[in-house]
């Protein structure tokens, strides 16, 4: 499976609008960019490929792709005008989208454990969101609306009557097909010139002319992961979300080796 990843931003919400500063990809949390756990993770999970959509220091990424010698799993599709908006950079990609294969399509901007991608790859779903319901109310969360099950609404503001509601993490499953009507509807976007709409605007487009279930979610309220968006992110990912994401990875290794005989215990100690 293919991850097609927008990476392209300022974070200008973060100050990051100087040359002083880099692409929000390489911010670092316990030695290690966001890229790297990205292709880590990734790796883990047997993805075969990851494109991103660059621009903001997009040759800073490309040394960080080199000095991780991730050449053969990474590439880059440079968007010139990445400061015109995020639906600029996913119609930037959009030969990467449409591909005639299910693909992932992931904010770059997320800490996260194994475990949501492990849901996301593994949910029966063809079209899929994430969903956790534990967040903080607001203007800010993009939110995901159920009712009868359904995904009803995918917005930012809350407009329609709901039985529950949660965050989107901001990965996507989609089908070939489903990936194609998007990058149709992103289209549609570019030649109106509506360039400073979000990406999600054209997903919510896809979702609510589609039949009701044509898409659905996982739930991973409790599951460690955050958005980083803003300078206090980038604290409570240090404090908070990192441990939990590092002792969940030493939980399962233990459990791994809980699970092996004897003798490949014996085996991997010595």
């Not at 100050?15 to 929000?24: C, D, H, L, P, V």
């Not at 490929?49 to 991730?70: M, S």
């Not at 799993?73 to 015109?84: D, I, L, Q």
């Not at 206090?232 to 080796?257: F, H, M, Q, V, Y």
Request: hydrophobic fraction near 40%; include cysteine.
């Amino acid at each position: 499976m293919k991850v097609v990843m927008l990476a392209a931003g300022i974070g200008a919400r973060l100050g990051f609008a100087s040359n002083e500063q880099s692409a929000k990809i390489l911010l670092r949390f316990g030695g290690k960019s966001l890229l790297h756990y990205h292709i880590e993770k990734l790796q883990r999970q047997g993805v075969d490929e990851l494109v991103l959509g660059v621009g903001y220091h997009h040759q800073d990424i490309d040394r960080e792709i080199a000095a991780l010698g991730a050449q053969d799993f990474v590439r880059t599709v440079f968007n010139e005008n990445y400061e015109a908006g995020n639906i600029v950079t996913l119609w930037v990609l959009r030969d990467e989208l449409d591909c005639g294969k299910p693909v992932l399509l992931m904010d770059a901007d997320v800490l996260y454990d194994d475990s949501l991608i492990t849901h996301l790859i593994n949910s029966r779903h063809q079209n899929c969101f994430l969903l956790d319901r534990d967040f903080e109310s607001g203007d800010e969360p993009v939110k995901l609306c159920v009712r009868d099950g359904k995904i009803i609404e995918f917005r930012k503001w809350l407009s329609a009557e709901f039985d529950f509601c949660g965050e989107s993490v901001g990965f996507f499953k989609l089908s070939a097909a489903m990936a194609k009507k998007l990058i149709i509807q992103t289209g549609h976007y570019i030649r109106q010139g509506r360039h400073q709409e979000p990406y999600e605007e054209a997903i919510r487009d896809v979702l609510l002319t589609s039949p009701r279930d044509t898409f659905a979610f996982e739930d991973i309220t409790g599951m460690a992961w955050i958005e980083i968006d803003f300078a206090a992110d980038i604290e409570r990912a240090n404090t908070e979300i990192l441990p939990r994401i590092l002792s969940s990875i030493d939980n399962r290794g233990k459990t791994a080796i809980i699970k092996q005989s004897p003798d490949q215990v014996e085996k991997r100690i010595q």
